[in-house]
């Protein structure tokens, strides 16, 4: 039972487009989504959140999208560049009760291209 | 200040064997969790730890796996008897509280191979 869901676990851009990773959940209960980045061989590192009272939070070229009706969230990365290339994991918590137990998609290997 | 650190990185483990992962928080972090991350899967929650006290294992398997952050010294992911279905990433995370505005940091993981 897969709560949160990244449907695609590749995506190639190049040099100086636009990136969008989306990501899906069935959880009613999560309010709380996070993206993190990740690198071969490393753990994974914080890039971004948002909170359910929000649709947009924006951080340099990282902006993230809530669309709570339709249970969807995307990370737009504008412009893309090669040191960009890396997974990325999209998380999502509830404020109640656990709320320091993260849930994860899959992943989605993004590269950029010079 | 140094990050996440999780040792070993690798381990190698023959079946039956015992396997034990180490992981220390960041400097001034009390609040540890750890996830497991099977191949093509995402990270899963396994258990949260505070010193000396388990908070939450609703992600533990319920034999042979076991987990401490002792007063003194790392937290302790323990995993008696490892079979081939262990083989994965375990992931240590830890931060300051657990207000969710509290960002977890993780470390690099630990890559167990199950032989």
């Known amino acids: 039972d897969q709560q949160v869901k990244q449907n695609s676990p590749s995506l190639s851009v190049q040099e100086g487009r636009i990136s969008i990773l989306n990501c899906d959940y069935t959880?009613?209960?999560?309010?709380?989504f996070l993206w993190y980045k990740k690198y071969p061989a490393e753990g994974p590192t914080f890039l971004i959140s948002i909170s359910s009272i929000k649709d947009k939070n924006e951080d340099g070229r990282f902006t993230v999208f809530l669309n709570k009706s339709a249970k969807h969230l995307s990370l737009h990365i504008v412009p893309s560049q090669p040191g960009d290339s890396a997974v990325y994991f999209c998380?999502?918590?509830?404020?109640?009760?656990?709320?320091?137990?993260?849930?994860f998609g899959k992943g989605t290997l993004l590269t950029v291209n010079p | 200040n140094a990050g996440v650190m999780q040792n070993p990185r690798h381990l190698v483990r023959r079946r039956g064997q015992e396997a034990r992962l180490r992981c220390s928080p960041m400097?001034?972090?009390?609040?540890v969790y750890w996830y497991r991350q099977l191949p093509e899967e995402g990270l899963k929650f396994m258990v949260y730890?505070?010193?000396?006290?388990?908070?939450?294992e609703s992600g533990m398997p319920k034999e042979r796996f076991s987990a401490e952050f002792p007063k003194e010294g790392p937290s302790i992911l323990r995993i008696q008897q490892v079979v081939r279905g262990d083989s994965a990433a375990y992931f240590c995370?830890?931060?300051?509280?657990?207000?969710?505005?509290?960002?977890?940091?993780f470390g690099p993981g630990t890559r167990l191979t199950v032989l």
């Open positions: 400097k001034g972090h009390s609040h």
């Open positions: 959880n009613s209960m999560f309010d709380y």
């Open positions: 730890l505070q010193k000396e006290n388990i908070i939450d």
């Open positions: 995370a830890s931060s300051p509280g657990t207000r969710i505005s509290n960002e977890q940091f």
């Open positions: 998380a999502a918590a509830s404020r109640g009760g656990s709320n320091y137990k993260l849930t």
